[in-house]
């Protein structure tokens, strides 16, 4: 029987036979090359990352960190070592007379013994002004130094950026689009008044005073951050006239006040966290937990408003911070702490969130401040600061098994 072949199922294209099913057609040089880039590059990045990505090897924990950080501070790890300052040399003691030495000896011992303790108090006296000179000279030049760089940020702020909230200090440019609103109300100028003024830079003060006197203008179609406004603006303009005793200053920190008062137009008192300056409507973040206010915007508004009132003759400012104070006191807290989310309208705590982060931190710092502006007299302030601080060491300062100590926060639903 003659043998039979089987089919190949040959492909032709074109007339050109072509490669079965399953075996790889053989590759041309393009494709090589393509091949020995690819493989190539590989090999650079493995080389690239093995020599120049940091080695991880020797990460440590944070004690340990701690533990090292500590070992320099006592002089071991140190490379290079402080210089010290004289040091004021401690007086001789005096040699105890022996009872069977001769009077005459006695007495010429006891006045050698003078002399010298009157040479060693000089030294010490002399050593002591040195290093008073020498800290007092250092400090001159620390303030002198910090008063330039002052002065190098504010003519930096004057070139570029005049007038508008604030400087992007990498492109030069000005910036108005945050929490100032998009519009330009000069907050670096304001802000900054109290620290010209401080640090004697009396010009640069008169030009700022000049800006806030022509071209401060709060009758503006923007929504704006209360506590921001108030901080900035009331806190800024109301230390100005601290400093100065300028009437332009309490007049427009009492314009600015007055503009955010419709914020506290709810059913508890507790201001919203956003105002429309020209409107007057007013509104809380999206993502504060349903709508709620927060801890650190409504509960640093005391200082501010409490010296307004005080200097203007109006009470509405005092009114309305007393009211949150009242709202405050009549909560439940839990674990004696204020959680970060209150509702305006409602006067319920929102997500129960304890922290001394950004957003609770200056309402504790408020309390203690408020007391000593009041003279020691606000005894409420001071219990308030003093019950919460109880609590704060209970529950939210903790310590790790290395011994720092740090604070916790407690977050529940």
């Known amino acids: 029987m003659s043998s039979q072949q089987l089919p190949t199922h040959q492909k032709y294209v074109n007339g050109a036979p072509q490669a079965a099913y399953g075996k790889s057609p053989r590759r041309s040089m393009g494709e090589k090359h393509v091949v020995f880039v690819v493989f190539f590059a590989f090999l650079l990045i493995c080389f690239g990352a ?4 940091p080695d991880f090897r020797d990460r440590v924990s944070i004690d340990e960190a701690y533990r090292r950080w500590s070992q320099a501070q006592a002089g071991d790890g140190l490379a290079l070592q402080p210089p010290k300052l004289p040091l004021v040399q401690p007086v001789r003691p005096v040699k105890p007379v022996d009872s069977t030495t001769k009077p005459a000896e006695t007495e010429t011992k ?43 940020a504010w003519d930096s702020y004057v070139q570029y950026a005049w007038g508008a909230n604030e400087l992007k200090p990498i492109s030069k440019r000005s910036h108005t689009a945050n929490i100032f609103g998009s519009t330009g109300l000069g907050a670096t100028i304001i802000d900054g008044l109290d620290t010209l003024h401080i640090m004697g830079l009396m010009d640069e003060f008169k030009r700022a005073r000049d800006w806030v006197d022509k071209d401060l203008n709060f009758d503006l179609g923007d929504t704006i951050s209360v506590f921001e406004a108030n901080i900035r603006f009331v806190g800024g303009l109301l230390s100005a006239y601290a400093l100065s005793g300028d009437e332009i200053f309490k007049k427009k920190a009492k314009e600015v006040g007055d503009k955010l008062l419709p914020a506290f137009n709810t059913p508890t008192g507790i201001p919203l966290g956003l105002i429309n300056f020209k409107s007057g409507s007013g509104r809380n973040w999206g993502w504060a937990s349903g709508g709620c206010s927060i801890l650190a915007e409504f509960g640093t508004l005391h200082l501010e408003f409490v010296y307004l009132s005080k200097i203007t003759g109006d009470p509405i400012f005092y009114d309305k911070v007393k009211k949150i104070r009242e709202v405050l006191k009549g ?6 702490l204020y959680p970060l989310y209150l509702h305006p309208r ?10 001394m982060g950004a957003m609770g931190d200056s309402f504790y710092e408020y309390l203690i401040k408020a007391w000593l502006q009041s003279g020691k007299k606000d005894s409420e302030a001071r219990e308030m600061y003093e019950s919460s ?6 529950h939210l300062v903790k310590q790790s098994p290395g011994g720092l100590t740090y604070f916790a926060a407690d977050r529940k639903s």
């Open 50 to 53: 093995f020599v120049f990505v």
């Open 346 to 355: 409602t006067g319920k705590w929102g997500q129960q969130h304890l922290s």
């Open 110 to 152: 006891r006045d050698a013994n003078k002399r010298d303790i009157a040479v060693e108090t000089k030294k010490e006296a002399s050593q002591t002004k040195v290093v008073e000179h020498n800290a007092g000279r250092e400090d001159t030049e620390k303030k002198q130094k910090v008063r330039e760089m002052m002065k190098f």
């Open 389 to 394: 601080a109880d609590a704060i060491v209970k």
């Open 331 to 336: 909560l439940d807290k839990p674990n004696g």
